[in-house]
Structures are given as C-alpha cells and as structure tokens.
Nanobody
Framework: QVQLVESGGGLVQAGGSLRLSCAAS????????MGWFRQAPGKEREFVAR????????YYVDSVKGRFTIFRDNAKNTVYLHMNSLKPEDTAVYYC??????????????????WGQGTQVTVSS
C-alpha cells in the first residue's frame, strides 16, 4: 500500500509559478516511479510528467515542456512539480500517482496503482 497526499495548489495569475508537493508513505519511496496528471473541467485526466525511481530520467507532455519540472527527494519521500510561466489552460486538479510496476506505458493512468486526492490549480488571465 502507498498513501499519497498532494499540497501546494492555489490561485495564481498567468505567468506566475507554483510548486506542488506529493508526500508518500507506505512502501519504500525509492522503489517506484512517480507521475503527475491533471484534469481540467469537462476534460479527461491527462498525463503531465513522470520521474523514474532514482530521479535519473523525466518525461513531460509537450504542452508543459520547458515550463514544468518534476523532481523528487527520496530522503523526504516527496515528489514535486514546479510550474513556471503558468497559463490559464493549466487550470486543473493535479494528481500525483505511484507506478510500482515500472511500466513503459507511463502516459496511461491505468499504469499507476495509487493516487492522491488531488490539489486544485487555478490560473487567472
């Protein structure tokens, strides 16, 4: 079992920055990959970013490349999503998720076994 708790969401103006955190407990944090997904109103949940167990590799959806950075601190059992140059279209509920199987199909939410409750990010224009 893995428990995930997100924090750091809020309201920000376009062009601003936010840092989301996801604290994990349960299984050894460094043994699984982590991802961030988001769901905007009226839309399906979509992949945002992923980081491997060691943090040695990261992956992003094209729409956030160069603006968002995913990183992890295995000593603190926490993964982060630092978001710069935020746009109104980034408005969504953001979820962190744990992938214990290490699937190569990391953009699919079905590959992630555990999910946080989500944190709201609202970007005003």
């Amino acid at each position: 079992q893995v428990q995930l708790v997100e924090s750091g969401g809020g309201l920000v103006q376009a062009g601003g920055s936010l840092r989301l955190s996801c604290a994990a407990s349960g299984r050894t944090f460094s043994s699984y990959a982590m991802g961030w997904f988001r769901q905007a109103p009226g839309k399906e949940r979509e992949f945002v970013a992923r980081i491997t167990r060691s943090g040695g590799a990261t992956y992003y959806v094209d729409s956030v490349k160069g603006r968002f950075t995913i990183f992890r601190d295995n000593a603190k059992n926490t993964v982060y999503l630092h978001m710069n140059s935020l746009k109104p279209e980034d408005t969504a509920v953001y979820y962190c998720a744990a992938d214990l199987s290490g699937s190569s199909r990391y953009r699919l939410e079905t590959q992630y076994e555990y999910w946080g409750q989500g944190t709201q990010v609202t970007v005003s224009s």
